[in-house]
C-alpha cells in the first residue's frame, strides 16, 4: 500500500479446536480468485442453510459457512490485514445469554453440519461433534429445571 508497510495475516480455516470452520478476523480480506470457489459446495451450503428452520437459520453467523465454502474450494488460510483495533471498556459488562439462547444458537450449528455431513462433507464432523456437545451440555439444565 504505497510506502506503508502492512502486516498480512493468515488464519486458518479449519481447525480441531475451540471453533472447526472459521474464517477469521474480517476487518480487512482479501481473496486471491474467488472463481476457485466450487459451485457445487456454494449450493450444498445454500441448500443447508434453506434446510434449516428460518428462526434458526439467523443464529448462523456468516463466518462458518464462509468458512466452509472456501476449505472445501481448497483454500486453507485466510489472509487478512488488520484494519482496526477493537477497545474495550474494562468497566462494561459482559452479555449474559440466556440458556434459551444458547440453545437456539448450538442447535442451528447442529442442524447445519448434520446437513453438510449427510452431503458428504467428513470434515464437518467436528463442527457437528462440537456443538452437539454444547447442545447437550444446554440442554440437560433446561430440561431439569437447572
Do not use: C
Amino acid at each position: 500500500m504505497g510506502n506503508v508497510k502492512v502486516n498480512v495475516y493468515g488464519y486458518s480455516l479449519f481447525g480441531r479446536g475451540d471453533v472447526p470452520f472459521n474464517v477469521g478476523p474480517k476487518l480487512a480480506m482479501r481473496f486471491g480468485s474467488l472463481k476457485k470457489l466450487k459451485d457445487n459446495v456454494l449450493a450444498d451450503i445454500y441448500d443447508a442453510m434453506h434446510s434449516i428452520p428460518p428462526h434458526l437459520r439467523n443464529e448462523i453467523g456468516d463466518e462458518t459457512p464462509i468458512a466452509i465454502a472456501l476449505y472445501y474450494s481448497g483454500y486453507r488460510v485466510n489472509p487478512y490485514v488488520e484494519g482496526v483495533r477493537h477497545a474495550f471498556d474494562q468497566r462494561r459488562e459482559p452479555k449474559r445469554v440466556s440458556r434459551i439462547d444458547r440453545m437456539l444458537k448450538v442447535s442451528a450449528h447442529v442442524e447445519f453440519a448434520k446437513i453438510l455431513l449427510r452431503k458428504g462433507y467428513r470434515e464437518v464432523f467436528w463442527l457437528y461433534g462440537r456443538y452437539k456437545l454444547a447442545q447437550i451440555k444446554h440442554g440437560l439444565p433446561i430440561l431439569f429445571g437447572v
